[in-house]
């Protein structure tokens, strides 16, 4: 079907690429001990501007599923804007049990501050960006990163824990894990990620909220919703808010999944769709103010 | 480069209204349709409306001409879409113009505009959709028209700001028709 659609566009003389492609590499390894749980995929700009904004992909999939090729089209797009863009695997349930899934997700942030002058990264600039159930991982990384119980012992971060990132981006996930299990259809499902229920582990609950951990200080955040807003995504807005830390909340009408980039049924820029226009100029305007871009976006090119 | 791909779009889609709207209706047999005018409820759940007016060029063709509007973005945001767009279908039975089976070629474009409460204007970015529609069109009662169908294509999304790159992806549509027929 990929194939059929790639076609399709080529066909059509409106889309007439021309671009500069990222330089991509794939499979790079962050943390060798797991090996494909611990990869990922590197999109570059192609110019020598030298250090550049960056953004640090964290895929969805309920914790159970999904792969950091999600975002190869955000990616390539990201990076031929002006963004070194890093999209990560991490350890998976079962493997994946919490804190394991957002140990990987800071020693990958740890490894692009490690290797910023290899990949021409600004170590200051890195803003943590996932959706579904990365997007809850991102939002831990924000908030948590600097928690002791959550640091990594990969070789890159040494056991120590790691400076927070520039700013968030938070797509559709939730951000308090108790509200999530007692409103969740499948709260075996939920369990997975813990290793027990509610009841069993309440500490572990609270340590993987990102709710719990709001501060003064915390990096800008913004919060994409779905149509339906699940996972107190708008009390984490309060409570950011409340804090005094800059935060936007966007919901968009009649989405489904937000930013999720497998299906797209958009019906005359009027239905409901995942991937919206609306979405993606809040995240134009959020990296502005809060990382600024690398250089002026060229013109044209595909995904 | 930018604009002129955006001006060769919306040139196509002014070219096609302008066949819809000034064409006559194809020449009529004895209860023949002479036109459809039809919504999309669907987008009523996106906080937008969606209107296309319909006539027979052919006794196996048809145009239409599309027009939308969306006010989606909630929280600490406000934003609008416009969209204007057209059709080209080609009915699948023999005589049977503007009911039954069809393929379809859909073009549109869409401008959207997203305000911050607190800041302000935000940015804009203009999607161009190029799309081959598969569809049918069930006809109640001689006048209320129900029409599925399902699209292939691609959308393109400039960012008016120019600091996004322009980036172009398949796409799949589902949709759901209501209308009149006269």
Known sequence: ?303 | MRSLRSMTSLVKCLAIAAVVLGSPAARAEPDAPTDVIATQPLALVARGVSVSYERPLTDRLSAAALGGFRAAALGDYGSTTGTAGAELHVWLRRSSVLRGPYLGLHVSAGYTRLTDDVMGYAGASTGLTQRIDIGWRFVVHRHLTITPSLGLGCREDIDMRGQLATTTRGMAAIGLEVGWMR
């Open chain 1, 1 to 303: 079907m990929q194939v059929l659609v790639h076609r399709l566009c080529l066909m059509i003389p409106v889309f007439a690429l021309g671009c500069v492609a990222p330089i991509e590499h794939h499979d790079v390894p962050y943390d060798p001990r797991f090996g494909d749980a611990n990869k990922m995929d590197l999109y570059l700009p192609a110019d020598d501007a030298g250090a550049h904004p960056t953004v640090l992909f964290i895929h969805g999939g309920s914790w159970s599923g999904g792969d950091k090729t999600h975002f190869v089209n955000a990616g390539r797009r990201l990076a031929r804007s002006g963004f070194v863009v890093a999209s990560v695997n991490y350890r998976l349930v079962p493997d994946g049990v919490f804190p394991n899934n957002i140990e990987d997700c800071l020693c990958s942030l740890a490894y692009l501050r490690a290797h910023a002058v290899e990949y021409g990264i600004d170590p200051g600039r890195i803003v943590v960006m996932g959706y579904s159930a990365g997007a809850h991982l991102a939002s831990l990384v924000g908030l948590a990163s600097e928690r002791s119980e959550l640091a990594s012992d990969c070789e890159v971060a040494g056991g120590q824990p790691v400076a927070p990132p520039a700013a968030v981006i938070s797509a559709s996930g939730p951000q308090d894990m108790r509200t999530f299990w007692r409103d969740a259809g499948d709260k075996a499902g939920v369990e997975k990620i813990f290793g027990g229920s509610l009841d069993e582990l309440p500490d572990a609950y609270d340590l993987g909220s990102p709710r719990f951990h709001v501060r003064p200080g915390a990096p800008p955040f913004l919060l994409l919703a779905d149509a339906i807003d699940f996972g107190g995504i708008e009390d984490m807005r309060s409570a950011l808010a409340d804090a005094g830390n800059d935060v936007r909340r966007l919901q968009v009408a009649g989405s489904l999944h937000i930013l999720e980039q497998h299906d797209d049924p958009g019906i005359y820029e009027a239905g409901m769709a995942s991937e919206t226009p609306e979405a993606w100029i809040a995240i134009e305007d959020f990296l502005v103010r809060t990382v600024g871009m690398a250089v002026t976006a060229p013109d044209g090119g595909g995904s």
